[in-house]
């Protein structure tokens, strides 16, 4: 059973104007599999707060553990946000079964939002391992500056050309070059000709998770053993 730990902050990285990653170190970091995640316990001034949060590193980015949070106006956000180098902090990890081992050839993943988190570990994890996974990733934000873990991804996709990323903004400026609207069937099958062959990995917020597996399932008439989801209750 996951046990309780005291961590110390390495550190802080501003993801977007409202997501900030947290980088962590203890001794003897457990094993975790890409895509889990953590229970974090922030404790200022007496206080007790804790959230369930994915892990954002691959497990082959060794020497630390990173979570990433999008800010809200909750007080666990404001103590989080509040977290500098060298302060410190209670985990308990790993948790889930939302993970990638290398088992598929070809999977996609639909990720809406702060919802990247696993995906970023397993993607990165996917290339250090040289699975040679065919991965295809659409990622549905608001707007441009909403969009977290950009550089990395586009760094990742040099790196891997069995990489695919596709973007999509709900509320796109005029300069966007990119898709627009919400992730749709229409759109799985313009951007996945091969979406037959793949296993969908899904996660964001539960309203999203929801209405990406009932269009998998309805509209493009795949089995439900062809997805796996996390849900980021709490948005
Ligand atoms: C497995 C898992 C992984 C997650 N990974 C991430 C991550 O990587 N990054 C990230 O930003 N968020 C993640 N979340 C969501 C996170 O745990 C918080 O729920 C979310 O960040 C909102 O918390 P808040 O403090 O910002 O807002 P709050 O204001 O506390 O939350 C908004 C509302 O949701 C309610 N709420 C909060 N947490 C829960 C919950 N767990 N279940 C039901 N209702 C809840 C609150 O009571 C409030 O009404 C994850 C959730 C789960 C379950």
Request: include cysteine.
């Amino acid at each position: 059973m996951p046990e309780e730990v005291a961590v110390k902050v390495k550190e802080v990285i501003k993801r977007t104007h409202n997501v900030k990653s947290i980088r962590v170190f203890h001794d003897n970091i457990k094993f975790f599999k890409a895509g889990q995640f953590m229970r974090v316990i922030l404790k200022p001034n007496n206080k007790n707060y804790t959230r369930w949060l994915s892990i954002s590193n691959s497990p082959t980015e060794e020497g630390y553990l990173e979570f990433t949070k999008k800010l809200t106006e909750s007080d666990f956000s404001k103590a989080l946000d509040e977290l500098r180098e060298d302060n410190e902090l209670i985990i308990k990890y790993p948790f889930g079964k939302f993970i990638f081992g290398g088992e598929f050839e070809k999977i996609a993943y639909l990720s809406g939002g702060i919802g990247i988190t696993p995906i970023r570990s397993m993607v990165k994890y996917i290339i250090n391992k040289k699975f040679g996974t065919d991965v295809h990733l659409i990622y549905a934000n608001m707007t441009r500056a909403d969009i977290a873990f950009k550089e990395d991804f586009d760094k990742m996709r040099e790196e891997y050309d069995k990489l695919k990323i596709e973007h999509i903004l709900s509320k796109a400026d005029s300069e966007w070059k990119g898709r627009c609207g919400i992730i749709d069937s229409e759109m799985i099958k313009e951007c996945l000709p091969d979406y037959k062959e793949r296993k969908f990995y899904i996660c964001g917020p539960p309203g999203m998770v929801t209405s990406m597996k009932k269009i998998i399932t309805d509209d493009l008439n795949l089995k439900k053993e062809a997805i796996f989801t996390e849900n980021f209750a709490g948005y």
